[in-house]
């Protein structure tokens, strides 16, 4: 039985990391670039099978980036402000959920059944999570 030969394509976002992998099995390459010809599993099921360490890591960071045609991996370097922009959205959501936690101080104060004395050590730390918040935002 004769093996067909199936193109690689990958695509690529602006900065050239490669965030999807497929072949000519199952796509028609229009706003693809292709990378590579073959025959097999590897080139057939690319998707899965072409890149070594796969299209991304357990961290959802995309591990390739495309140079002169050739999927290239991506140093850690590189990837560092992706990571530190997932630490950074995890951080505000902990910081949001204490706020969200803490909201019935504002309700009992506006409320008149507690004062701003009674709850000043919380508000203080609800206006340092405000502040960080705004300023992970920022980054």
């Known amino acids: 039985m004769d093996e067909c030969e199936y193109i690689v394509f990958a695509k690529v976002d602006e900065n050239g990391v490669i965030t999807a992998i497929n072949s000519s099995a199952f796509v028609d390459g229009i706003g693809w670039t292709e990378i590579d010809r073959g025959e097999g599993d590897r080139f057939h099921h690319a998707q899965g099978n072409y890149l070594e360490h796969g299209l991304t ?3 959802g960071i995309y591990n390739y980036k495309l140079v ?4 290239v ?3 850690d370097d590189e990837k560092a402000p ?3 922009q997932i630490a950074a959205q995890a ?3 902990l910081l949001k959920r204490k706020l969200a936690d803490t909201d019935y101080i504002a309700a009992k104060i506006a409320e008149g059944a507690a ?4 709850y000043a050590d919380k508000l203080v730390e609800r206006a340092v999570w405000r502040a960080r918040i705004n300023e992970l935002e920022v980054k």
């Open 57 to 59: 890591g357990d961290d």
């Open 82 to 84: 992706e990571l530190a």
């Open 115 to 118: 004062t701003r004395e009674e």
């Open 73 to 75: 991996l991506r140093s």
């Open 91 to 93: 951080e505000i959501s």
């Open 68 to 71: 002169d045609g050739i999927p």
